[in-house]
């Protein structure tokens, strides 16, 4: 397991890079003697993985955002890449433009053609300037839609790959309608006649996820997060400070078992051992079972079913209480004095 010497490490991952470090040192001790110090070398390398699995094993709320936002963490079309093959990617809106940020296609997953849509943040500083960091405009949506559209014209599922910090709050795309194109994309979505399978690999963010994420059975990566709001902006509303972010992450209940608990997701795929920044094929071959066997499932019920499924499975979320019918009080004549005054203070 070699060190990239352009991977990035978190804060919380600094032991880690402590350890690469005197594997360094021994190799390049053992360069300069020629003495044999693999075993050394190993032994640091299980250290590693060790430490990597004790990391991951108590990350706070804050510190899964934290790895869902790593730099080497791979992004939808990584992901593409190892799990398919002939991946056809279709580009436009046929509106406005291309959106960088929403890409999508067909490609074949265990030999049966599938529609792959999702966001794509960029693998460099040039590529996340060109993909929008991940966020979509109105246009990105609409064409994501109509990638849906031509999966169910061809009777082929879809499986969408969510990783946004958010739809892109812009005032051109608030002129282009990025409320009604998000809006549109989950009405239709409820109704599609083909399975529609939904992974969130990283960031899950508010309704940048909903739009793609209006499905008949919903996962979530380990080490990935889905709520309404970012921690920071949550903090900075609540606090108006982003200081507040490690604890806007813990109250927001944003980690994949809290989603579980609540039954906003139908379950949590692993990922390799530290986050799936430290091995993309392995990342790739944990979910890419989970799908095939998930369409498969989804293959067996009517269309019928899968949507009158779809929209009892909305339905069911969110808590609320419903108050006994009380009679209504109607004033005839003059108003009560009290509600005089009420106006009265209201108007000065």
Known sequence: MPLDKNRQFLDFEKPIKELFDEIEKLRQTAEKTKVDLSDSINKLYDQVTERRRDITAHLTPWQKVQLSRHPDRPYTMKYIEKMTDNFIELFGDRNVKDDKAMVGGFAQ??????????????????????????????????????????????????VTLIDTPGAFPGMEAEERGQGEAIARNIYEMIRLRVPVVCVIIGEGASGGALGIGVG???????NSWYTVISPENCSSILWRSWDQKEKAAEELKLTPDNMFGFGLIDGIVPEPIGGAHWDYNEAAALLKPKIIQTIKELQSQSPEQRINNRIEKFNRMGFWDELPDEPTIIHHGEPEPEIIENIAVHHE
């Open 109 to 158: 997953l265990d030999g049966q053609t599938v529609m792959f849509i999702g966001q794509q943040k960029g693998t460099n500083t040039k590529m996340r300037q060109m993909r929008n960091f991940g966020m979509a405009n109105p246009e990105g949506y609409r064409k994501a839609l109509r990638l849906m559209r031509l999966a169910e014209k061809f009777n082929k599922p879809i």
């Open 216 to 222: 008949d059975k919903i996962f979530m990566l380990e």
